[in-house]
């Protein structure tokens, strides 16, 4: 059997307390963490609701350590720009300030909606140029042939 990494003990980043490590790479003890995972949670939402906030004002706001929203800027949750923080676009995570997407994703999903109209729109014509054409093809009896056209072409 495989020996585990043994456990150690550490003091927590957060309260300072003496805990137990099992995993080799904990910095705070399960009860910050926890409260870490509620602070996190609270500062999503403020940033959502606030995209301007700077870190110092988001810690002020919610009670959340400078520490962890700057951790959460550096994994990638939210952008830090010249000390203001925006949220990743749902889609390619770019920095934004509002909304679900950055402008380009906006428009590139408008696009895909406005063309997914506009394919059932043309299918719609479609069928009404079918029933037209079968209508005169009904009342001219006359089939265009390509020889047809190459004699226009010609004359003109
Ligand atoms: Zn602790
Ligand atoms: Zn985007």
Redesign the pocket.
Known sequence: MIMKKKPTLRN?E????V?VDNTGNLT??S??YEKQREDEKIVIEYVREHPHSTIKKICKETGATFKLVSTMVQRGQFFANGGQVLYPCSRCRKPISHGLYCPECAALLNKAIRNSNEIAKSRERMKELSKELGTSKRTKGHRLHWMDVRDKNKDK
Do not use: I, L, S
């Not at 957060?14 to 307390?17: D, N």
């Open positions: 927590c957060e309260c300072g307390k805990f705070v003890c009860k910050c």
